[in-house]
């Protein structure tokens, strides 16, 4: 029977496929911890459901930050929680494949694994997110054709061109979904004088958000809390108001995958200019992004079937073949538990 697990540890989602079950977990990358004691309360979907609400002593945490750990603690509790859930208990402790940002540092790797380790992991196996990524969009990743990953997260978006079993060249920048979210809550707040929180700003992106013009802009209506006054009011939003609030993050987003494109051998980028650049992850999703990219970096642009789970089923495919893949493919085999 499966009990090996393949997790996918994002700012935004947690993801994890059990082997021989497919994907079992996917939850929210929060903790509510008890201001007082500092005791974790609840995670996923239950923390999540704190976030903007009257929680008194109990606050919500995201332990992850641009897809690094920034809260260790926090982060060995949640995956103790997210191990012990997506683990089958009668069997032995599992061995663990974890997805990093390609540009992680040794430092990042090994607080990973360790965070992993005492979290119940035996063995933890290191693979980098674009090429997770490029497997789960069923891309000849073993073949020597370059292949153009783009996987925009929550807070991070990693860029790569995949060829031969491994990352050929990248760039991974601190910018997602998060940071668009961001710049709609601080536009609001500068011309309008209105603060509202990360879930409001959330919706806003998901209903009016777009990064290409398109005919017959759409409204949106937001309730936040008066700066000046501290009154509940309401805020009118056109389309055209919001994309330009969000241009900053996602011409950084841009930049950095036609920097990629322009870095790569030439010999690939020639692959690429073919078979284009494969869209992932759950910023993939912000209306008219593919176009934007297809007219930056003059590429054909896909977005991927499943965008939000295209990586943890890559890495859940190297999971069922990790024998395979070891011996053929770049990845780094941490030490098992002691």
């Known amino acids: ?196 929180g990360e879930k409001a700003a959330e919706e806003l992106k998901i209903a009016i958000g777009s990064a290409f013009p398109a005919p017959g802009g759409k409204a949106a209506i937001v309730i936040g809390r008066e700066l000046a006054t501290g009154n509940t009011v309401e805020v009118k939003l056109t389309e055209a108001e919001i994309r330009q609030a969000m241009s900053g993050p996602v011409k950084g987003i841009v930049d950095a995958a036609r920097r990629t494109l322009a870095e790569a051998p030439p010999e690939l980028t020639h692959d690429v200019l073919e078979t284009g650049m494969f869209l992932t992850g759950g910023g993939s999703l912000l209306r008219g992004l593919d176009m934007l990219l297809a007219q930056e970096c003059e590429v054909p642009v896909h977005l991927v079937e499943d965008p939000t789970r295209t990586v943890v089923m890559g890495a859940g495919h190297m999971l069922e073949h990790l024998s395979d893949y070891e011996s053929a493919f770049q990845l780094v085999r941490r030490r098992q538990q002691r």
């Open 1 to 196: 029977m499966g009990r090996d697990l393949a997790i996918d540890l994002g700012t935004a989602t947690i993801l994890v496929y059990r082997q021989g079950d497919g994907v079992v977990f996917e939850e929210p990358s929060v903790v509510a911890v008890h201001a007082g004691t500092g005791r974790v309360e609840a995670m996923g979907e239950a923390a999540w459901a704190r976030i903007g609400g009257d929680s008194g002593n109990v606050l919500a945490i995201r332990p992850l930050r641009h897809g690094t750990m920034t809260e260790f603690d926090m982060t060995q509790a949640m995956l103790e929680v997210v191990v012990r859930r997506a683990s089958l208990g009668r069997f032995p402790k599992p061995r663990v494949l974890v997805c990093v940002p390609s540009m992680a540092s040794e430092v990042e790797k090994r607080a990973i694994e360790e965070a992993v380790r005492f979290a119940g992991g035996k063995g933890v196996t290191l693979v980098e997110e674009p090429l997770a990524a490029a497997i789960g969009a069923g891309l000849p990743v073993h073949e020597p054709i370059g292949n153009l990953v783009v996987d925009i997260g929550g807070g991070r978006s990693e860029m790569a061109v995949v060829s031969m079993g491994g990352v050929v060249s990248g760039n991974s920048v601190a910018l997602g979904g998060f940071d668009i979210d961001a710049a709609i809550a601080e536009h609001i707040r500068t011309e309008y004088g209105v603060a509202i």
